[in-house]
Every structure is written in C-alpha cells, then in structure tokens.
C-alpha cells in the first residue's frame, strides 16, 4: 500500500538523501512489467493482464511526488486513499484468473466480500486514513496468505508450465512486496514515529523495485504468448 506522511529530518541523512533517487527507480520499474506485457502480446492470459494493470497503477500513483508534488499532501494522500482501495481486489483478481477448482470459487466469493468489506469501513470510519488503515491492514495479510500458498502449490510439483513458472515468480514478488509492507504497516501506522518515516519509505522503494525485479524475471524468462503456448 502507499504511504504518504510529511517528513521529517531525520538522523539518518543518508537514507533521506538516497530516497528521491531511489523512488525514481521504483516507479521506473514499475512499468517495465506492463512493457513486457505488450511487447510479449501477453495480453491473453487475464493473470497476466491484471498484474500488468496492478504495476501500472502503482507506479502512476507514486508518479506525483517525482513531478515536484511532494509538498501537495492533499492530493498525495487522496491518490493514497484510492489505491489503497484497489490494491487488493486488482491482486485478488491475479489470483482468480490464476486459480482452478474451488480456490477459484473461493476467491469469486471472496473478492467482492472484500469490496463489500471496503464499502462498510468507508461508511463507518469515512475516506480517511482510519478506514484505510485497516483496509490495508487486512488486504495485505490476505495477499500475503494466498501468495504463500500459491509458492507451496508451486513447489509441490515436479514439472510445470510456463504459465506455472511465471505465476512462481510473480507470488515470490508479492510475498516479498507484502512481507516487508507488513512491517511498514506495524511501523508507519499502528507505531507511528516521525523519526522512522524515511526510513519506512525506503524499505517501501525498496520492496517495490525487488518485486517488480522478480515478476519483470518471471515475465521475461517464462511467459509465453499465445501462439508459442500452442
């Protein structure tokens, strides 16, 4: 999930220096996975489809604070509001398109609860940090579930297509991308200390640019277009 908080200086001046350089190179990227996409003529697996969508909108999202809106909290934190509520149903639906059997009526099932689940803290809490928090909170736990069984599954097999050695790569991103998104969570908003955002920030950049390293991997080395597949 985004974050975006006023920042503070801070005694670890190296980190608040490298950050702006390294933002840079994450949302860089973050387009790199769509490219494939299209020069691969991907677009006929949906899995593939929606991580492409999913990169995408990430690195658009984080696009403002490197066009000179670093100062402009209203609109970060409004751009933060909205991707945190697509965030999970748009992974969701990487996994729909990517299950078979009843993990995939499981997941039919389970996104639009989750929707519904979104739509009831908006209502109770309001469009605000409080409703995002546990919106994120609950999203990344339930990204991070799924994504490690989705890399046991793979594991468990001998012999798997490429569809299947993409997918590996692509739950190994999000494990990593929602593994350390954890932390920032506990950090940056159950624990929230000024002295710890850029710090925070960073393992953020650094998260996302190690995740979209493996599904750019994945990508690259596995997926197939259609004709090849055939």
């Known amino acids: 999930a985004l974050i975006y908080i006023n920042t503070y200086p801070l005694n670890a001046r190296f980190i608040t220096y490298l950050n702006p350089y390294i933002s840079v190179i994450a949302i860089i990227f973050c387009f790199l996975p769509v490219l494939l996409l299209l020069w691969k003529r991907l677009e006929y697996q949906k899995a593939y489809i929606f991580i492409g969508i999913y990169w995408l909108i990430n ?3 984080n696009l403002p604070e490197c066009l000179g809106e670093s100062q402009n909290l209203t609109l970060l934190n409004q751009i933060t509001l909205i991707y945190n509520l697509v965030d999970t149903p748009l ?3 990487v996994f729909y398109f990517a299950a078979k059997g009843n993990k995939r009526k499981v997941l039919s099932w389970l996104i639009p609860s989750f929707v519904l689940f979104e739509l009831i803290m908006i209502i109770w809490k309001g469009h605000n940090f409080d409703s995002s928090t546990v919106i994120i909170g ?6 991070l ?8 599954e793979y594991f468990q097999k001998i012999e798997h297509n490429s569809f299947e050695n ?6 190994a991103a999000f494990i990593f991308e929602y593994g350390l998104s ?13 002295e710890t955002v850029n710090v925070n920030l960073f393992v953020y950049y ?3 640019i190690s995740a979209t390293i493996l599904t750019t991997i994945g990508f690259w080395k596995y ?8």
Do not use: D, H
């Open 206 to 208: 650094l998260s996302v």
């Open 166 to 171: 993409t997918m590996g790569f692509i739950y």
């Open 59 to 61: 690195g658009l999202a």
């Open 91 to 93: 992974v969701l639906l």
């Open 138 to 143: 609950v999203g990344g736990l339930l990204i």
């Open 223 to 230: 997926a197939k277009p259609k004709y090849a597949e055939e």
């Open 145 to 152: 579930i799924y994504s490690v069984m989705g890399l046991a």
């Open 182 to 194: 954890i932390i920032i969570f506990v950090f940056n908003y159950l624990n929230f200390k000024r």
